[in-house]
């Protein structure tokens, strides 16, 4: 039974059974004596009892802890209205008062992470824990700190050794832990049981309908989709997934009921992922107009949602990064590493996919350890020089070098190559080049319209905020060509690019130069890429799971008229 409803229990027993309410309540406060509703009704209990002393010191308790409660709030409500110095600093005087309140340790590692510190965020988690394990939303909120900070191995041991009595929340999160490290098997089994206890069972559909698009399975994708939908007409994740599956066709009843729930869509992602899935319905009826339409209320919400800001990183590299920073002098040349970088939907997933396919290369999905080294390194602020290369020891380098190590270690099987795909690395090649200056990097190019009308159609389930408004998106697609030409400069001859164009027109070569470049030797498997049937955890794993096709070169054409405004600001 939770607080509040033994709370609830013992006021119902107040008039009739005083006595009982009372040490009912004495046992529930002692447990949780953050409940101040429980210390006023037990001051009240007193008083029916006569027992003024004790009135007396329940009525302090509930006043002290009223006020703490509302400090609390008021500290949770600076959070939510972006002032988290704020929030900050009201946590920090409740914890000058009570000492390692559970509470006030949750806001202040929520605090931590909403402001970018993945370190703080782990480390008050983890010092939570540490003072309050018995508590379940701590032990929850660890399980959550770990999954936060990709720590899916500890997430799956710390569930094993110290879970007793998992709740139903934690199962969730040891599911997302066992896809994020490829383990379908087991998020499958876990998922199911959710749904055997009607946990989110709409959500559970979503991602098993994820998982099975994953591994390839897109009828049963479907399936699950569906019944998502069943059990949530309104659902827009699943209709958007739907629509995100190249071989689904809306019928005339998808679109009617689509353009109904837009009727009295409210400006949320859930009402964006309805206009992005009507938006892909119109264009399978050949309806590019209204498509767009649908397409720009679509971006609108979404702009609202996450507002883009600016970086001025490429600009920092280009003006501070006009030399190779000193690269880490002792790694590990048993294994090639291989960074894929682009601008995203511009044909990664395919290169990794050829790449993938030849019986010695290890692959995985789209990592973001490169990224969280950057951030880390980036908030420490060592110098005006990105991620303050010009500061890192080398020990600082073997640091960081063997941390990324040992975060693909578990995605890794026994092959000499390993790729990481991530489009976003092409911020951090000098980091990269630093920490492994054997690495090799691979740029995929696309045309520029083409890239740019297949980010603007996408909803994305995190990040990616320029691609919802015209002039953030040129803007970002502009820096990208700086950024990239400056590290051509700097490492010239270290990147190859690979031309999305020619590996669909002249794709043998393209190939064959590819896999020169890479020290593979050519391999049958590479050309017949669409039957290798490995996991591929992106948006394109339909799409290279079949021959090369040229559609995709063209398709954004169908928009040419509409998207004008924004291929004038791309340089």
């Not at 499958?188 to 959710?194: A, C, D, F, G």
């Not at 390993?418 to 980091?431: T, V």
């Not at 990208?480 to 990147?495: K, V």
Request: hydrophobic residues 40%; glycine residues 2%; proline residues 4%.
């Amino acid at each position: 039974m939770s607080p509040i409803d033994a709370i609830n229990n013992a006021k119902t027993l107040v008039a009739t059974e005083p006595y009982k309410a009372k040490v009912m309540l004495l046992e529930v406060l002692n447990k949780n004596p953050e409940y101040h509703d429980g210390w006023a009704l037990l001051a009240n209990i007193h008083k029916l009892l006569q027992e003024h002393e004790q009135q007396q010191s329940a009525l302090k308790q509930y006043e002290m802890i009223h006020w703490f409660n509302k400090q609390l709030d008021t500290a949770k409500q600076q959070l939510t209205n972006q002032n988290p110095l704020q929030a900050q600093q009201t946590i920090q005087q409740l914890l000058k008062l009570v000492p390692n309140e559970y509470r006030a340790l949750e806001t202040l590692a929520e605090i931590a992470f909403k402001v970018g510190d993945s370190k703080a965020y782990f480390a008050i988690s983890k010092h939570n824990l540490e003072n309050n394990s018995q508590k379940q939303t701590v032990k929850e909120n660890y399980c959550k700190a770990l999954l936060n900070t990709k720590q899916f191995d500890e997430l799956i041991s710390f569930y094993h050794s110290s879970i007793s009595s998992p709740t139903l929340y934690i199962e969730s999160l040891l599911a997302i832990a066992h896809v994020k490290l490829m383990q379908f098997d087991e998020a499958t089994t876990i998922y199911n049981k959710l749904l055997d206890a009607n946990y989110y069972a709409a959500q559970c559909h979503l991602r098993l309908g994820n998982i099975e698009k994953i591994k390839g399975n897109t009828g049963l994708a479907i399936d699950h989709y569906k019944q998502a939908l069943q059990i949530d007409k309104k659902l827009g994740e699943a209709y958007w997934n739907l629509a995100n599956l190249k071989t689904y066709i809306f019928d005339s009843k998808d679109v009617d009921f689509l353009e109904q729930l837009t009727q009295d869509a409210k400006p949320n992602l859930n009402s964006a992922q309805f206009y992005f899935a009507l938006a892909k319905a119109y264009e399978q009826q050949g309806n590019f107009s209204l498509s767009f339409a649908m397409l720009e209320k679509a971006n609108s919400i979404q702009k609202s949602l996450t507002p883009y800001k600016p970086s001025n990183f490429t600009s920092r590299c280009t003006q501070h990064l006009t030399q190779k920073p000193m690269a880490h002098n002792a790694f590990d040349e048993s294994l090639q590493l291989i960074f894929i970088v682009s601008l995203p939907r511009s044909g990664s997933t395919l290169v990794e996919q050829i790449l993938a396919s030849h019986p010695d290369v290890d692959a995985s999905y789209e990592l973001t350890e490169i990224n969280a080294i950057a951030r880390e390194l980036e908030s420490k602020k060592l110098s005006d020089v990105p991620y303050g290369l010009d500061k890192l020891s080398e020990q600082d380098k073997a640091h960081y070098a063997a941390r990324y190590l040992n975060f693909i270690a578990p995605l890794r099987g026994k092959n000499k190559v390993f790729i990481d795909k991530q489009p976003a690395n092409f911020h951090h090649i000098a980091l990269i080049k630093t920490l492994f200056p054997n690495a090799k990097i691979l740029e995929v190019t696309r045309d520029k319209a083409a890239t740019a009308w297949s980010l603007y159609k996408h909803s994305f389930s995190e990040g990616h905020a320029y691609s919802y408004d015209f002039k953030s998106l040129a803007q970002y697609i502009n820096d990208y060509a700086d950024l990239m030409s400056h590290w051509h400069a700097l490492y010239p001859d270290e990147i190859f690019n690979v031309d999305y164009q020619n590996l669909v027109n002249d794709f043998s070569n393209t190939v064959s130069e590819l896999l020169d470049y890479c020290s593979l030797e050519m391999h049958e498997s590479c050309m017949s890429f669409y039957n290798h049937q490995r996991p591929i955890m992106t948006p394109s794993s339909e799409q290279v799971r079949q021959p090369i096709y040229k559609d995709a070169l063209t398709q954004w054409t169908n928009y040419k008229v509409h998207l004008e405004p924004l291929l004038k600001l791309i340089k």
